[in-house]
């Protein structure tokens, strides 16, 4: 495999890895606002992130690369309200579109078929993921300042199950 997307492809294993830390963080903000149906959804969210970072790295592994495991740059719990949360989840997802995005440009130009088709996983899951955080910040939206919906919703998203 190439150098430079051998060089991503690890990276993204440490990306993800911060995705499961930063929806922790998330999850704890809502356990703390008594909000366990979002901290519930979103501690899914963050298993989900350690089987994507899994995915990266069992394919390198797979393709006879020693994958370096350096450090997870820290996460926050501490969010200005419920929106705030959504919409930091929301940045997030966007920011790791765009990552795995300059991978598939890496692969693309260095012919790596088999990485593009790896790859292709992560683009149709991130579609999925931000299409999911868009949701949650429009129905934040759309309940304001209405504790009724709050917990309305609270249980809704406590019925997720993977
Ligand atoms: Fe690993 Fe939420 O994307």
Known sequence: MNEKVVELLNAQVNKEFFSAYMYLGVSQYYTRQNLPGFASWYMIQ????????????????DNDVLVELSQ????????KDPLAAAKAA??????????????????????????????NWFITEQEEEERNSKDMIAKIEMIGNDNKGLYMLDKELGERKG
Not at 46 to 61: R, S, T
Not at 72 to 79: F, G, L, N, Q, V
């Open 46 to 61: 963050a298993q989900e992130e350690q089987e994507h970072a899994m995915k990266f790295y069992n394919y390198l592994v």
């Open 90 to 119: 929301d940045k997030h997802e966007h920011y790791i579109t765009a990552e795995i995005e300059k991978i598939m440009d890496a692969a693309v130009k260095d012919k790596d078929y088999r990485t593009q088709l790896f790859l």
């Open 72 to 79: 997870i740059i820290p996460a926050t719990s501490d969010y």
